[in-house]
């Protein structure tokens, strides 16, 4: 009777109703030939889970990788129309609605769609992961602040992604920068300059210092003693050779920026290390670091 207990309990077929077989490596069916592995794609699936997918469910999403190219992908696990096999699952409906068409946007391992082709979304997203809870909420008008990464300096930043004039996609909105008057006045259109955490940006966007400076803190007395003409000499590091040197800023030629004036002394640098400091100074010495 224990016996015939634990055969009832075992997995069966869904073709005609028996139990699988089980030699290890797969279950299997001899009379009607289906068979499932217990490893698909390098993803072990426990026994449970595989019940319920025999049973016509849809898994969770699993990671997967390909046996021929060792691509990693994701993807859900469900049975066949046909019930002769187990097969991934690539797409599924996320239960939202494309903006632009009004038809379902689709989930897969890597983003969203619209099943017309009308809208997408990578899930990865300038470093930012995207949820299906926060597409909910971009599209409705309300995303969280995200932290995402310069696609080109690397540097992280912080925006909203919000639908796209078109609608058929998602676009950056940065976050707003406090600001504060520091009565000073734009050497190159006479309006306010305005101080960030980052930075003196004029309020027309004429101008441009940055506080951190090639290894320099530029405090706001000192950029008022730069364009008097007077600024200190301070401690810079070399962009490229990573060497410190002294130095001055001053106002560049277009009045938009401040470049570098180099010490008459290089203390006994070399000229190749000369070199690097060239490198480093004129036109856009107002850049961070």
């Given at each position: 009777m224990a016996e015939e207990k634990q055969e009832e309990q075992g997995l069966k077929c869904p073709i005609c109703g028996k139990k699988l077989d089980d030699n290890f490596f797969e279950y299997h069916c001899d009379?009607?030939?289906?068979?499932?592995?217990?490893?698909?794609?390098?993803?072990?699936?426990?026994?449970?889970?595989?019940?319920?997918?025999?049973?016509?469910e849809v898994s969770?999403?699993?990671?997967?990788?390909?046996?021929?190219t060792g691509n990693?992908?994701?993807?859900?696990?469900?049975?066949?129309?046909?019930?002769?096999?187990?097969?991934?699952?690539?797409d599924w409906d996320s239960g939202l609605k494309?903006?632009?068409?009004?038809?379902?946007?689709?989930e897969s391992?890597?983003?969203?769609?619209?099943?017309?082709?009308?809208?997408?979304?990578?899930?990865?997203?300038?470093?930012?992961?995207?949820?299906?809870?926060?597409?909910?909420?971009?599209?409705?008008?309300?995303?969280d602040e995200l932290d995402f990464v310069g696609k080109g300096s690397g540097k992280p930043y912080k925006g909203r992604l919000v639908l796209n004039e078109a609608k058929d996609g998602l676009e950056f909105k940065f976050a707003e920068r406090k600001s504060e008057d520091t009565g000073?006045?734009?050497?190159?259109?006479?309006?306010?300059?305005?101080?960030?955490?980052?930075?003196?940006?004029?309020?027309?966007?004429?101008f441009k210092c940055w506080k951190s400076t090639r290894g320099a803190e530029i405090s706001r007395e000192e950029l008022q003693k730069i364009l008097e003409g007077q600024g200190d000499e301070l401690d810079f590091v070399g962009k490229s050779s990573g060497k410190p040197y002294k130095g001055?800023?001053?106002?560049n030629e277009a009045k938009d920026g401040l470049d570098f004036e180099f010490a008459d002394k290089k203390d006994g640098l070399s000229g190749s290390e000369l070199t690097d400091i060239a490198r480093d100074g004129g036109s856009g010495a107002g850049e961070g670091q």
């Open positions: 009379d009607c030939g289906f068979k499932v592995h217990h490893v698909i794609s390098g993803t072990k699936i426990e026994d449970d889970e595989l019940e319920k997918i025999l049973a016509g969770p999403v699993h990671e997967f990788t390909s046996p021929k990693v992908f994701k993807a859900k696990l469900t049975l066949s129309a046909n019930k002769r096999e187990v097969k991934f699952v690539f494309c903006p632009k068409c009004g038809k379902k946007i689709l391992g890597r983003g969203f769609s619209c099943e017309g082709g009308d809208f997408k979304c990578w899930k990865n997203t300038r470093g930012a992961e995207i949820s299906r809870e926060e597409l909910k909420k971009a599209l409705e008008g309300q995303s000073l006045k734009c050497p190159h259109c006479g309006k306010k300059i305005l101080e960030t955490d980052k930075g003196f940006f004029c309020e027309d966007r004429d001055r800023l001053v106002l």
